[in-house]
């Protein structure tokens, strides 16, 4: 819109300019006027008409064309030129309102081809903000492609496509190396655990402080292991590889990971609540098993005494939704909205040495983008967070992105 303004007011001012040159011209230009003359005669009782063709001069004032008005006509030379200079003013006030009339008429008109013109130099920037507004971690393989003849616009959108491929580049690399790094951690792991059990194992028996101290790094070695884990499935995820795509009962994972962790509920004195519709989702029965694993157990890690844990199933169009809320200490919205970021915990009561990593809400919200869902976090004024994860119902497009 502001584009078609100025460009029917640059055409406007344009218009307005020549019309002005014009009227000038015309009422400076010498023309040639015609005057009906009529005088009667003292004899008879018959008019005499003749026509009597002037021009006027430059400076306004009356000059006989090539037939003088004949004698006995009783015409004045004021006569004439008051007459010449009323038709004069007359065409004048006529001509200048047809150009207020055309002018207006190229106003609108101007309007109009201001506003085509606009869309058609616009539209390649529309395609490259839409394309742009779709791309994001998850999808960087797409690329604007702007076809066309080398002007600026194709060359911005040759310089975001250079971007978007560095920036895969780099993101591809950092998902390679955590899985590189991650998978040749767990041998080092392994040995020293064997190294422990063996050292532990042998006799004499070892004393009470090195017991002790086997207890703490064997903890702490469990610590690693579901830390190196927890890295591989997290790159496992961002880079949507899954093997074993197939249709998967939601609510039947849902329910077997409730069954495994209702021991660990009830030590922890905390009451589950399930309500699991039948719904269908197409993925990797591994990878969503590992997301419902995650939010039950931070569901039953970051409670209170007495809490409670409400699982859902349900399905919405052609969406499943999986919701787990519970109850626990009062969060600040905003830092519920960073849990989802590797590392990052909310409050100084889901911080320390709680037995998490701080990976779970990062690798299920990785797990959801690579099945083409969503995540949201949302905290509970009674205490407590919501987690409401959206995956596409089995049958549903499903894009090729995750098959790879």
């Given at each position: 819109?502001?584009?078609?303004?100025?460009?029917?007011?640059?055409?406007?001012?344009?218009?307005?300019?020549?019309?002005?040159?014009?009227?000038?011209?015309?009422?400076?230009?010498?023309?040639?006027?015609?005057?009906?003359?009529?005088?009667?005669?003292?004899?008879?009782?018959?008019?005499?008409?003749?026509?009597?063709?002037?021009?006027?001069?430059?400076?306004?004032?009356?000059?006989?064309?090539?037939?003088?008005?004949?004698?006995?006509?009783?015409?004045?030379?004021?006569?004439?030129?008051?007459?010449?200079?009323?038709?004069?003013?007359?065409?004048?006030?006529?001509?200048?309102?047809?150009?207020?009339?055309?002018?207006?008429?190229?106003?609108?008109?101007?309007?109009?081809?201001?506003?085509?013109?606009?869309?058609?130099?616009?539209?390649?920037?529309?395609?490259?903000?839409?394309?742009?507004?779709?791309?994001?971690?998850?999808?960087?393989?797409?690329?604007?492609?702007?076809?066309?003849?080398?002007?600026?616009?194709?060359?911005?959108?040759?310089?975001?496509?250079?971007?978007?491929?560095?920036?895969?580049?780099?993101?591809?690399?950092?998902?390679?190396?955590?899985?590189?790094?991650?998978?040749?951690?767990?041998?080092?792991?392994?040995?020293?655990?064997?190294?422990?059990?063996?050292?532990?194992?042998?006799?004499?028996?070892?004393?009470?402080?090195a017991s002790v101290l086997s207890a703490k790094v064997r903890e702490g070695l469990d610590q690693a292991e579901r830390l190196v884990e927890s890295f591989l499935v997290l790159a496992r995820a961002e880079r949507g590889v899954m093997e074993d795509l197939t249709t998967v009962s939601l609510p039947q994972i849902t329910a077997d990971v409730l069954d495994a962790r209702a021991d660990g509920a009830g030590a922890?004195?905390?009451?589950?609540?399930?309500?699991?519709?039948?719904?269908?989702?197409?993925?990797?029965?591994?990878?969503?098993?590992?997301?419902?694993?995650?939010?039950?157990?931070?569901?039953?890690?970051?409670?209170?005494?007495?809490?409670?844990?409400?699982?859902?199933?349900?399905?919405?169009?052609?969406?499943?939704?999986?919701?787990?809320?519970?109850?626990?200490?009062?969060?600040?919205?905003?830092?519920?909205?960073?849990?989802?970021?590797?590392?990052?915990?909310?409050?100084?009561?889901?911080?320390?040495?709680?037995?998490?990593?701080?990976?779970?809400?990062?690798?299920?919200?990785?797990?959801?983008?690579?099945?083409?869902?969503?995540?949201?976090?949302?905290?509970?004024?009674?205490?407590?967070?919501?987690?409401?994860?959206?995956?596409?119902?089995?049958?549903?497009?499903?894009?090729?992105?995750?098959?790879?």
């Amino acid at each position: 819109m502001r584009l078609a303004l100025a460009y029917g007011a640059l055409f406007l001012l344009c218009g307005a300019a020549l019309l002005a040159i014009s009227y000038f011209f015309v009422a400076r230009y010498p023309f040639a006027a015609t005057v009906h003359l009529t005088s009667r005669s003292n004899v008879t009782s018959h008019g005499v008409s003749k026509t009597v063709r002037l021009i006027p001069s430059s400076n306004g004032t009356s000059s006989p064309g090539p037939k003088s008005p004949p004698p006995g006509l009783g015409v004045s030379s004021g006569s004439v030129r008051e007459a010449l200079n009323a038709q004069h003013s007359a065409d004048l006030h006529t001509l200048l309102v047809w150009f207020a009339v055309a002018l207006g008429a190229m106003a609108a008109t101007s309007v109009l081809l201001g506003w085509l013109m606009a869309g058609r130099v616009l539209r390649p920037l529309r395609r490259i903000t839409s394309t742009a507004r779709h791309i994001s971690e998850e999808n960087l393989h797409q690329r604007l492609a702007l076809a066309g003849p080398s002007d600026e616009i194709t060359d911005l959108a040759a310089t975001i496509d250079g971007l978007l491929a560095r920036l895969e580049g780099a993101f591809d690399a950092q998902r390679a190396f955590v899985a590189n790094a991650s998978h040749e951690l767990r041998t080092p792991l392994a040995m020293m655990r064997t190294s422990l059990d063996v050292a532990a194992a042998k006799s004499p028996p070892v004393s009470n402080d090195a017991s002790v101290l086997s207890a703490k790094v064997r903890e702490g070695l469990d610590q690693a292991e579901r830390l190196v884990e927890s890295f591989l499935v997290l790159a496992r995820a961002e880079r949507g590889v899954m093997e074993d795509l197939t249709t998967v009962s939601l609510p039947q994972i849902t329910a077997d990971v409730l069954d495994a962790r209702a021991d660990g509920a009830g030590a922890a004195n905390v009451t589950v609540h399930r309500s699991l519709d039948d719904v269908k989702v197409a993925g990797s029965q591994t990878l969503l098993s590992r997301l419902a694993v995650n939010l039950v157990d931070n569901a039953i890690r970051y409670n209170e005494p007495g809490g409670w844990v409400r699982v859902t199933t349900s399905a919405e169009g052609r969406s499943a939704r999986l919701i787990v809320e519970n109850t626990g200490p009062v969060l600040d919205p905003e830092d519920v909205g960073q849990l989802g970021r590797p590392f990052r915990r909310g409050g100084a009561e889901r911080t320390g040495s709680d037995g998490g990593v701080g990976l779970g809400l990062s690798i299920v919200a990785a797990i959801a983008a690579a099945h083409h869902g969503t995540v949201e976090v949302e905290a509970r004024s009674q205490g407590g967070v919501r987690v409401a994860v959206e995956l596409p119902r089995a049958g549903a497009a499903f894009p090729d992105r995750v098959l790879s």
